[in-house]
């Protein structure tokens, strides 16, 4: 019912900002939670941010609180992370992800994932 298909990643330098966008196709987009994802290179999946169908209601993993802001945009159908004050520990492949039933920390929850962008942040 949904398809996601992350963007924005690359290579920045610690201290700097990014910005990731997932946008979605589908026709009920609008009624999906969503959440962005991330993975390092021999870690597991971790929560990073996560927001209620209308925009109203977010969620933060305790790691990126105060630097990381995610929002959403209904009408073009797209999900976005704001990412400032980037540090090492940031790198991974960043997913986003969606689910009809609400939001949650946990990956398994989500009925939906996209491909995955790489944010590598060097030092």
């Known amino acids: 019912q949904v398809q996601l298909v992350e963007s924005g990643g690359g290579l920045v330098q610690a201290g700097g900002s990014l910005s990731l966008s997932c946008a979605a196709s589908g026709r009920t987009f609008s009624s999906y939670a969503m959440g962005w994802f991330r993975q390092a290179p021999g870690q597991e999946r971790e929560f990073v941010a996560g927001?209620?169908?209308?925009?109203?209601?977010?969620d933060y993993a305790d790691s990126v609180k105060g630097r990381f802001t995610i929002s959403r945009d209904n009408t073009k159908k797209t999900v976005y992370l704001q990412m400032n004050s980037l540090n090492p520990e940031d790198t991974a492949v960043y997913y986003c992800?969606?689910?009809?039933?609400?939001?949650?920390?946990?990956?398994?929850?989500?009925?939906?994932w996209g491909q995955g962008t790489l944010v590598t942040v060097s030092s």
């Open positions: 992800a969606a689910d009809p039933s609400g939001m949650s920390r946990r990956p398994n929850w989500y009925d939906y």
């Open positions: 927001i209620g169908w209308s925009g109203g209601s977010t």
